[in-house]
């Protein structure tokens, strides 16, 4: 099973985004948190396959943001969330982009094709069907 952590300032989106993944894929959300100082924290004790990351809680320099995030979880897949499809986003910082606005098929689509990857590459620690 994948393991996710959630970070966006919004509990309503959070509580959405973990139904939409944890009913549609192998996965279990571990953590929920609204601030990038949590989210650091979190990363760094659970470990998680994936973040799921609010562009908001980016805020200043985006890449030293991610790179400290890496820093704390080194096998970390990072997902950012963005308000709007045009949203400039340092796109070699991050592995996967969508928006608040994409269906959820597309949100789901998007996810499973990251964690595919991932499984080919064997580095999703949570997956025990990684050879």
């Known amino acids: 099973m994948n393991r996710i ?23 279990q959300i571990i953590e929920q948190v609204n601030s990038m100082e949590g989210l650091l924290c979190e990363a760094a004790a659970v470990q998680p396959d994936f973040v799921i990351l609010s562009q908001e809680l980016l805020g200043g320099p985006v890449c030293a943001r991610l790179t400290a995030l ?38 789901v689509a998007s996810m499973q094709a990251l964690i595919q990857f991932s499984r080919s590459k064997g580095i999703c620690q949570g997956s025990s069907s990684i050879p």
């Open 5 to 27: 952590l959630l970070a966006h300032p919004l509990p309503t989106f959070r509580s959405a985004l973990a139904l939409l993944l944890e009913t549609r894929l192998d996965v």
């Open 70 to 107: 890496r820093q704390q979880a080194p096998y970390v897949k990072i997902l950012v969330v963005c308000a709007r499809p045009d949203a400039d986003l340092p796109v070699d910082c991050t592995d996967a982009v969508f928006c608040h606005t994409d269906l959820p098929e597309t949100i």
